[in-house]
């Protein structure tokens, strides 16, 4: 069974950081190309960075700069290194992996920047 977990979520203040892990079981994820949702609520879930293959990463213009997307094959575990984070940043992210055919989602942390 293929499960996405994403953790690494929780409350920062403005300017600050967090790194949001997501760690695949059930699939390798150096196979797939990987991104990275976020959605607020009333909206459409938004790729703001993604992952393909070994080193292609591309970003939404709005994380551009300030977000890093990575991938640890040995931890089967793609990350989301996010700085100088600011209230519009918050969010629920979620991790998407795709590979032909097959997708697969996370259920996604809640990130929350706020003084």
């Known amino acids: 069974q293929v499960q996405l977990v994403e953790s690494g979520g929780g409350l920062v203040q403005p300017g600050g ?3 949001l892990s997501c760690t695949a079981s059930g699939i390798q994820l150096s196979e797939y190309t990987v ?3 976020r959605q607020t ?3 459409q879930r938004e790729m703001i960075a993604q992952v393909a293959g ?3 990463k591309r970003y939404a213009d709005s ?3 300030r ?5 640890d094959n040995a931890k089967n575990t ?3 290194r996010m700085t100088a984070l600011q209230p519009e940043d918050t969010a629920v992210y979620y991790c998407n992996a795709k590979w032909g055919l097959g997708e697969h989602w996370g259920e996604g942390t809640q990130v929350t920047v706020s003084s």
Not at 67 to 71: L, P
Request: no cysteine.
């Open 17 to 19: 950081s967090l790194r």
């Open 35 to 37: 991104n990275w949702f």
């Open 41 to 43: 609520p009333g909206k």
């Open 54 to 56: 070994r080193a292609t």
């Open 63 to 65: 994380v551009e700069g």
């Open 67 to 71: 977000f890093t997307i990575s991938r």
């Open 78 to 80: 793609v990350y989301l």
